[in-house]
């Protein structure tokens, strides 16, 4: 795609992550209102909850922000696939609901599988964690977004150098305006938003003006820090069970 047309875009939630709250520095849109300005069309928010997507739509008109003129309402990403195609298929879905939502096959939990139905050549920025479910239903959908040729990224927001400095890399942590790329150092969320920085990564890829490894958090990675997290779980849980400690009985498979 050229740099200079217009880029559809589909936010998959209408809450805190994607437009923002009382606490900084979480909301998506304004990152990416800023990366493409003019050229932003946010085609539709789907939202199972449509009044908090015409509340968001609603805010953004009255202010004057630009991209938001012909956004349309679904409650759906099936709806949103039958109405949204010819000028309006998204180039970009924003995943900003919640883990059971997606990172599965298991229908009402495959937002991923549902947006490559629907737009087979669609990129996607998913929210972490990657998902509620087993680390086997998660290796399905890596599976599916490979054979789609999916371009992807997890909103882990690492930041910092790609070199030397990257065993340093953290995930930053806020303090007010100000981000916490590495310990103790501390910068202007304006001068180097780690937010601003993934998604702009991203639609580079899309628009087909930088390589994929510019992403730093792609999903094919993200899902080996998913399955750690799941192997800390279960490990520490079989060690307390062997100590006589009880868990509730856990249901790994869903
Ligand atoms: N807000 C944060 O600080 C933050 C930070 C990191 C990660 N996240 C991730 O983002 C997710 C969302 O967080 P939030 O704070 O925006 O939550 P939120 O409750 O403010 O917004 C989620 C929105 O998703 C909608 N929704 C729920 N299920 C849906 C479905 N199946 N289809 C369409 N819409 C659906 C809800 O109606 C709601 O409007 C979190 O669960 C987490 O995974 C959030």
């Given amino acids: 795609m050229s740099p200079s047309t217009p880029f559809n875009v589909i936010y998959i939630g ?14 998506h849109s304004i990152r990416i ?23 968001v ?7 004057k922000v630009g991209g938001y003129e012909e956004t349309l309402v679904f409650e759906s990403i099936q709806d949103a696939g039958i109405v949204l195609q010819g000028d309006k298929v998204p180039h970009l879905a924003v ?20 947006l490559v139905a629907a737009w087979p050549k669609i990129g996607m920025h998913i929210e972490k964690p990657l998902s509620s479910s087993s680390v086997e239903e998660v290796m399905k959908v890596v599976q599916k977004l490979e054979e789609a040729g999916t371009v992807t990224s997890v909103g882990y927001m690492l930041s910092g ?9 953290k995930q930053p942590y806020y303090h007010g305006d100000r981000c916490e790329v590495f310990d103790g150092i501390e910068i202007p969320i304006g001068e180097d938003d780690c937010y601003l920085n993934e998604l702009s990564a991203l639609i580079d890829v899309i628009d087909g003006i930088a ?32 100590r006589g400690i009880i868990h509730p009985p856990l249901d790994a498979s869903s």
């Fill in 14 to 27: 209408a809450g805190t992550i994607n437009f923002g709250g009382p606490v900084q520095p979480w909301n």
């Fill in 95 to 114: 995943i900003g609901t919640h883990p059971w939502t997606r990172g599965s096959t298991k229908p009402g939990s495959d937002a991923e599988i549902q």
């Fill in 57 to 63: 739509i609603a805010k953004k008109r009255e202010e």
């Fill in 161 to 169: 150098k790609r070199d030397e400095e990257d065993h340093r890399r």
């Fill in 211 to 242: 390589s994929r490894d510019v992403i730093q958090s792609p999903y094919e990675d993200a899902v080996k820090s998913y399955k750690l997290t799941w192997d800390i779980r279960l490990q520490g849980e079989a060690t307390e069970r062997a």
């Fill in 33 to 55: 209102e800023k990366k493409l300005g003019s050229r932003l069309n946010v085609v539709g928010i789907v939202d199972i909850y449509p009044q908090a997507a015409h509340k």
